[in-house]
């Protein structure tokens, strides 16, 4: 009998939790303006069926969606900005962007699997100040390396940014050359390093870190670069192409390896870290 009554309630719980998903209001596609079932839209990977449109994700998500269920490991979830500069209004912004978004910053960092592999992950989330860059991105990114140096592990950072944190100010500059410090000796343990830009990866990030990776991969139509359109045609007085910094415009120059759909991409990362570990492996059984 409480068998029975633990299975109606079970079922009762999914039903609503079911029709709750269903009555969920429709989203609007901000690349070709069709309503998207909210609930369809999330088995989509949140791209839109119509127009292809990707959108940008809760890094969250994005952990979800590659990494191996219940083996993520946050690290470093605690670490926040002292600003520094004591620029006016920061502290409050930070503030209601953690209790909006869960996050204390706009990196999250941490252990994982990948299909079985284990690698160090590092997610970049747009929803906080565009995934700005400052103090606390750029040391969570360096002792993410750090670690994964440590403990001989392959890298994976999903870069999204608007650039440099003006708040932070030469603060968030620095970031580039400690970064890229903490991914060159990481390299010379021998590890494996990939990123895969996302939309949009600008500014200070893909100047730096976001275009050292040994294996460099890209989301469709993801917006990569450094200064913006119009400030590079002003500078140079010329009219760039329409797909300019674009994902297919990098991968045709040869700036990226791939361009992976959101649906393979666990698997391609999957695929790159065994092929990477099967050396280590072999030599491991000799």
Do not use: W
């Given at each position: ?110 252990e994982c699997t990948i299909g079985g592999e284990a690698a160090c ?49 030469m603060y968030s500059l620095l970031q580039m050359a400690k970064v ?60 760039l192409p329409d797909d300019f910094q674009s994902a297919e415009f ?37």
């Amino acid at each position: 009998m409480l068998i029975d009554l633990f299975q109606k309630t079970r079922l009762t719980s999914m039903q609503m939790k079911r029709q709750a998903a269903e009555e969920r209001p429709d989203i609007v596609c901000k690349g070709c303006g069709k309503k998207l079932n909210a609930r369809t839209y999330g088995r989509n990977l949140y791209v839109c069926p119509y127009c292809g449109r990707y959108s940008r994700l809760l890094a969250r998500t994005r952990i979800r969606q590659v990494a191996d269920k219940d083996s993520f490991h946050e690290l470093d979830a605690g670490l926040r900005s002292l600003d520094p500069l004591g620029f006016p209004g920061y502290p409050q912004k930070l503030a209601a962007l953690a209790e909006k978004t869960g996050m204390n910053d706009a990196v999250i960092t941490g252990e994982c699997t990948i299909g079985g592999e284990a690698a160090c992950i590092a997610v970049m989330d747009s929803h906080f100040m565009m995934a700005s860059m400052g103090s606390v991105v750029g040391e969570k990114l360096t002792r993410l390396f750090e670690h994964a140096a440590r403990k001989h592990l392959p890298v994976i950072v999903f870069t999204a940014s608007g650039g440099a944190r003006m708040q932070e100010g030469m603060y968030s500059l620095l970031q580039m050359a400690k970064v890229s410090g903490a991914v060159e000796r990481h390299s010379r343990t021998g590890g494996l390093y990939i990123t895969v830009l996302t939309d949009p990866t600008t500014g200070g990030v893909t100047a730096s870190f976001a275009s050292l990776g040994d294996i460099i991969l890209a989301e469709p139509h993801a917006t990569v670069g450094f200064a913006g359109r119009r400030v590079i045609e002003g500078t140079i007085g010329e009219t760039l192409p329409d797909d300019f910094q674009s994902a297919e415009f990098l991968l045709a120059h040869g700036f990226c390896d791939e361009i992976v759909p959101r649906n393979r991409m666990k698997q391609r990362l999957a695929a790159l870290l065994k092929l990477h570990a099967a050396p280590k492996k072999r030599r491991a059984k000799g």
